[in-house]
């Protein structure tokens, strides 16, 4: 892709800025520099075009009065920003020239830059991408959240197994950031509250806390596509208040004399697991609140330098809630207009609700946050009283309609009286805010009639719909640049700037041979890439011909990786049963990490590596079905991955998946999905066309009726099914585990007697849906058309269209 003419003296230019960058910020020598610090000089040289495009923004003007978006996110999974910043500057070819001029390969300098994986998955991916669609957009936004010492684990796999070692991004420092020590909050913890009364004789609330400390802000720019605008990510870190107390460190004390700085710093240490114990749970509230304070203090202190009241707040500025974790929001963005600026107490609830919206995630029960009252005392004392005076008259109100029934009053308070006294933060971000979202079509839908099923029925206005989508830019022009620079050529450089509209311009091309085949050699030249890699970091030889079939994300008993290794099983029983027969050459390939207190998830990935193992040492297969579980999967992985997959499974329990993107980055790429009608799956099957994916397995309401019933099916479909109770067999038996025959038994009890996710069920339809994508496979004309389509039909899951909905429905701002 050459979508950049290059001018010698530009060249030039950059290639000096980045000796300059190289000899006065990271202090070497072309002659001596190291590999990481040509990396360095090349992104403090980029930085500079950041700041640049930002500075001499010709709106900047405008900008300033445009409404602000503030993205309130626990997660950003951001991956490496060299490319990402350049691409979207027009300067890759650029920067490629001027570090060849120096004998620099900038492939290689790539690969250098830390992956910042301040998330766990798909949600703080999410973030990451809507980051840079607001960017490209041209809304005035700021992201806010954790600027965590040491992101997601970085995953080992060691004699099969999971290992987890610390993250260290920052071991080399961050070359994108700005540390901004000027921009510091007080963020307060536990203590009393007292009871005053002021100046017109109206009651007011002091907090006394009994421990403070501060935020320090950090700020890393995104750029839009062709330099849109840029924005900035605000990530705050913990520190003391007093950095050393010297007079305990002369009187000899040195632990004591650093204890606050030792306490306030852990606040931003790590990132949490999505599910982790219940040791951490304090620290974590103590995070959510830390980010959410620093950020509504933050914004409430600029609206007030530009406009001088508060009163006005919900015309200028949207927040947004990335899930319930940000759901603290509700009570000290009310504890901030009441204590601190004075505001009425009605006037600040009307101002918090019409500026407040808040994005659900997911369904799962355990997953919905709820605090223990006595800890949020502890803690957060007023803003318990906040919570308690929220709810007492969200109650009053509802009696005050006639509603007396208890069932629903229970279900719709703030506090669960249930398991021991809770708060729901899912409860309080949905009363706080005047929008509440899902994230697909079926997940928005489950909504309504699940979690927030009563709340629904009082607010019926609240709950909408916005589809997750992808930025093109990270997902497409720079992971696959093969592909882009085909769809370029055929269609024009257009298709860059407006791919939700002229993707589909490739629909024609879907059945010129001529093109099938050109598409195909990209394809090719993708997966001789990943085998390369894969030969490198595994020793495991896959043939690029073959068939790459490919299951990345967490593991979760919910996604499924299961079904998908007993399909393998059954597939390497069926070769061996039948060696003569011609069978499709396939690669299985697994990737993602498991909660690293999530044992099941662990012995699934142990599962994996033993199926490998097995199956790729047995001279039977002859390389027929090889399996390859790629371990660390993070943001660059994905990048090298998803460009090389023929088949991307998308096979969650029905109703459980919200919304899943990694299904629509693999179609947009030309990867045929076989999947479950769950998430975005169903509108992508509705946009694609059913024809070209594999659809499978039971629907959502009949995963719910058979619940309703408790039939999860696992006896039942192992009894009528030979090919699974072999399956099962062979596992339990220990052809995988010689080491450990017994390793499995568990994992197969599990599946005949409670088979929660279904995967019995389900077994049957994925074997026949994967014999369709045999049969599909042997007809190339057939695949690819089906290939092809599926990129062209994606347009409507960019990002952008997905901001552009929050942007005019909810937020009210203009792109
Ligand atoms: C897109 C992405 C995810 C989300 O994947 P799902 O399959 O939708 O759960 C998770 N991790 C990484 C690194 C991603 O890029």
Known sequence: MSEEALVPEEVAAFRDLIIS?????????????VEHDWFEAVAMATRDHLVKTWLDHPERARRHESKRIYYLSLEYLIGRLLFASLSNLGMLDLARAALAELDV??????TLEPDAALGNG?????????????????????????????GLFRQTVVDGWQQEQTETWLE??????FERPEVSYQISFGGSVSCATGEQGAQCH????????????????????????VNALRLWRGRAETDLHLDRFNAGDYLGAVAEEVRAESISRVLYPAADTPAGQELRLRQEYFFVSASLQDLLRRHLQQYGTLLDLPGHVAIQLNDT???????????????????????????????????????????????????????????????????????????????????????????????????????????????????????????????????????????SNKTNGITFRRWLYQCNRGLTGLLVETLGEG?????????????????????????????????????AQVQESLGVAIAPDALFDVQVKRIHEYKRQLLNLLHCVALYQAIRDEPEVDWVPRVKILGGKAASNYQQAKLIIKLANDIARTVNADPTVRGLLKVVFLPNYNVSLAEAIIPAADISEQISTAGLEASGTSNMKFALNGALTIGTLDGANVEMSERIGREHMFIFGLTASQVEARKRNGDYGGAGAIAASSRLSEVLTAIRSGIFSPDDPGRYGGLVDGLIHHDHFMVCADFEAYWQAQFEVEARWREPEQWWRSAVLNSARMGWFSADRTIREYAREIWGALP
């Open 206 to 229: 002091v907090w006394h806390p009994a421990e403070t400390m501060r935020s320090i802000a950090y700020d890393t720019p995104v750029v839009g596509w062709r330099r849109a605008s």
């Open 325 to 463: 974790h940000p759901a603290i929001a509700v009570a000290e963005l009310m504890r901030l207009l009441v204590d601190i600026y004075g505001v009425p107490w009605d006037k600040s609830w009307a101002l918090t609700v019409a500026t407040l919206a808040y994005t659900n995630h997911t369904l799962l029960p355990e997953a919905l946050e709820t605090w223990p009252v006595a800890l949020m005392e502890r803690l957060l004392p007023r803003h318990m009283q906040i919570i308690y005076l929220i709810n007492a008259q969200h109650i009053d109100h509802l009696r005050a309609q006639g509603m007396h029934d208890f069932d629903l009053l229970r279900a719709v308070s703030l506090i669960e009286e249930d398991n021991g006294r809770r708060v729901r933060m899912g409860n309080l971000a949905f009363l706080g805010s005047h929008s509440v979202n899902g994230v697909s079509a079926l997940h928005t839908e489950l909504m309504r009639k699940t979690v927030f099923a009563q709340m629904h029925r009082l607010y019926p206005e609240r709950i």
């Open 122 to 150: 798909g949600l703080g991916r999410l973030a990451a991408c809507f980051m840079e669609s607001m960017s490209s957009l041209g809304l005035v936004a700021i992201g806010y959240g954790i600027r965590y010492d040491y």
């Open 495 to 531: 298709l860059l700037d407006d791919p939700e509209n002229r993707l589909r311009d490739l629909e024609p091309f879907a059945d010129q041979l001529l093109f099938q085949k050109r598409f195909a050699e990209v394809r090719q030249r993708n997966k001789q890439a990943l085998a």
């Open 105 to 110: 390969d900038l492939e290689r300098i790539r």
């Open 172 to 177: 080399f420092g961050n070359p994108w950031e």
């Open 21 to 33: 960058k190289l000899k006065y910020s990271v202090g070497t020598e072309p002659d001596h520099a």
